[in-house]
T-cell receptor
């Protein structure tokens, strides 16, 4: 069964600090991995998407890494801002017909002043 | 580009009534749209996959007669919650997929908050 596990479930950091969110998956065959940011009461917004051959991808202060061998990904947020407070969801797509998405449970990040 | 809208953004209805939620792709044609449900502090759960011009494919445990999906055009899919009950109160999110770079990118709508009283 395809699964995506995220850690930690929740995290509180001070504004300006860095943090790293983790994602482990067992989806097979693997197609791509995405990180989404979901503000409360809003739909998810894509931050990064990585395919098998990509190890790292950045989007501003967000940097995602992917280790396809160990089936792990991380999302690093640099110099956090209050607006970074949101849920961050790791989503893995399989390479079967239908390209189904498997969602992680998300990490709820709160950035405090 | 690739904007998905939903209407309404929030709705309150009485138990036993039906509610229709619209999902539109504003600047692209989407042959496939997806409907998700999200309960508080939980991740998105796929309810059904909607293909233009054909019947929707429902995930296991989702009642197709209760959650009616109509994908009438390449830019519009609707979800109708029939005979709504308080347990149907949730955040409903749609997404639309378009091909790109060897994979299908999914773009999510802003969600619809349904409260059944």
């Amino acid at each position: 069964k395809n699964q995506v596990e995220q850690s930690p479930q929740s995290l509180i950091i001070l504004e300006g600090k860095n943090c790293t969110l983790q994602c482990n998956y067992t989806v097979s065959p693997f197609s791509n991995l995405r990180w989404y940011k979901q503000d409360t009461g809003r739909g998810p917004v894509s931050l990064t998407i990585m395919t098998f051959s990509e190890n790292t991808k950045s989007n501003g202060r967000y940097t995602a890494t992917l280790d396809a061998d160990t089936k792990q990904s991380s999302l690093h947020i640099t110099a956090s801002q209050l607006s970074d407070s949101a849920s961050y969801i790791c989503v893995v797509t399989d390479n079967n017909a239908g390209n189904m998405l498997t969602f992680g449970g998300g990490t709820r990040l709160m950035v405090k002043p | 580009g690739a904007v998905v809208s939903q209407h309404p953004s929030w709705v309150i209805c009485k138990s036993g009534t039906s509610v229709k939620i619209e999902c539109r792709s504003l600047d692209f044609q989407a042959t496939t749209m997806f409907w998700y449900r999200q309960f508080p502090k939980q991740s998105l759960m796929l309810m059904a996959t909607s293909n233009e011009g054909s019947k929707a494919t429902y995930e296991q445990g989702v009642e197709k007669d209760k959650f009616l999906i109509n994908h009438a055009s390449l830019t519009l899919s609707t979800l109708t919650v029939t005979s709504a009950h308080p347990e149907d109160s949730s955040f409903y999110i749609c997404s639309a997929s378009i091909p790109g770079q060897g994979y299908y990118e999914q773009y999510f709508g802003p969600g619809t908050r349904l409260t059944v009283t």
